[in-house]
């Protein structure tokens, strides 16, 4: 298969609003006295797949966790649909937002439907509803019906990231976030879970902030690349602006590290 490669940015959808989905406002964390993010200013926009980016320790998964909310800024402010993300609104925040990790995330001793339906079910959707929610979401992912009896461990690595997916969409948030969802899996496996990732970006039309290692992968599937390292933000923009005007001499390597990616024209 021809791969299209994101390689100018995309534009907004129509109806994008002004206000970004999220924003770091200053934000900035340590750990034991150690900087794992410097303080920052980054805007996420609404309707388009971003790319964090870096090595090990760039700071990509703590910006990610800012934005859910499962760590707190030690300075600064983190916000959702201009709104601060905040210890009492936590939850209902939180709804508004899909999350998949490496590996899925699933909860074992609990049946594939019973993963999917419980979210909805601890916010009083009708079973009804439910129902023809996870056929919705198991034709987007393309699962057949009979996974939803089986447990996790009874689907391939593959077939769990999938589940995964759909119980993030379950409520059907506005925003997606995933950190390193493909990381575990082996490469032909991956590959074509990347096409599957690029087709339901596509067809949701949801923001999504995606963070990985691999520039191929972000390259592939983002509009905006966010490349990180030390904590501090090395360049921001498209794969060919990373491409063909590094800020500097950490960029052009990182860049050069993934093999496969299109090369500028002659």
């Given amino acids: 298969m021809m791969r299209e490669w994101n390689l100018d940015g995309a534009a907004m ?11 770091l406002r200053d934000a900035g964390k340590r750990y034991a006295g150690q900087m794992a993010l410097a303080p920052m200013d980054l805007r996420i926009e609404r309707g388009r797949t971003t790319a964090l980016i ?31 993300l905040t210890r009492r ?38 079973a009804t509803r439910i129902q023809a929610r996870v056929t919705s979401l198991l034709d987007l992912v393309r699962l057949q019906a009979d996974v939803l009896r089986r447990y996790p461990a009874e689907l391939s690595g593959g077939q769990r990231q999938r589940v995964a997916l759909a119980r993030a969409l379950m409520l059907d948030p506005p925003a997606l976030l995933l950190d390193e969802p493909l990381g575990a899996l082996d490469p032909v496996v991956r590959h074509d879970l990347q096409d ?43 794969f060919a602006d990373l491409r063909d005007r590094p800020a500097d001499a950490f960029v052009s390597r990182f860049v050069a590290s993934g093999r496969g990616l299109p090369q500028a024209d002659a």
């Fill in 89 to 126: 609104a936590l939850t209902a925040q939180r709804r508004r937002i899909g999350y998949v990790i490496q590996e899925g995330g699933l909860f074992p001793h609990l049946t594939i439907a019973q993963n999917l339906s419980l979210q909805a079910r601890s916010v009083g959707w009708a």
């Fill in 54 to 84: 870096g090595s090990s320790g760039s700071g990509k998964s703590t910006v990610l966790k800012l934005l859910m909310g499962l760590i707190w800024p030690d300075r600064g402010q983190v916000c959702m649909e201009g709104s601060p």
């Fill in 13 to 23: 959808t129509d109806n994008a609003s002004s206000v970004p989905m999220f924003e």
């Fill in 196 to 238: 599957e990732l690029a087709r339901i970006f596509a067809e949701l039309k949801t923001t999504v902030v995606l963070v990985t290692h691999d520039m191929a992968e972000a390259a592939f599937l983002a509009s905006r690349l966010v490349l990180l390292e030390g904590g501090r933000v090395r360049q921001d923009g498209s």
